[in-house]
């Protein structure tokens, strides 16, 4: 079984930062995919940043020169520092860990619980 588990969002004003973190814990085979996405009220889950166990990594074009993900492959843990918040980053931000498993060759995909991120103007 595989967890994900978040913390480091909160209250912040605009111009302020936070840092999320989330830790995975269980069957996570190497060569993954992590990443962070958002869901503010009303609209679709949108990718915020990813990065591979190489350190690649991929950010959406709102958040670029503004956040910063990365990750300790051997913690199994995945960061997002995010500086320069605006109102617009309000949402709730959800860890996910994507890839394929050595032993079926399926997909797999896991997702955390969430964390509210508020930017207050």
């Known amino acids: 079984q595989v967890q994900l588990v978040e913390s480091g969002g909160g209250l912040v004003q605009a111009g302020g930062s936070l840092r999320l973190s989330c830790a995975a814990s269980g069957n996570i085979f190497s060569g993954n995919v992590m990443g962070w996405y958002r869901q503010a009220p009303g609209k679709q889950r949108e990718l915020v940043a990813s990065?591979?166990?190489?350190?690649?990594?991929n950010y959406a074009d709102s958040v670029k020169g503004r956040f910063t993900i990365s990750r300790d492959n051997a913690k199994n843990t995945v960061y997002l520092q995010m500086n320069g918040l605006k109102p617009e980053d309000t949402a709730v931000y959800y860890c996910?860990?994507?890839?394929?498993?050595?032993?079926?060759?399926?997909?797999?995909?896991?997702w955390g619980q969430g964390t509210q991120v508020t930017v207050s103007s």
């Open positions: 996910n860990v994507r890839g394929i498993s050595p032993l079926t060759r399926q997909t797999y995909a896991y």
């Open positions: 990065i591979t166990s190489g350190g690649n990594t």
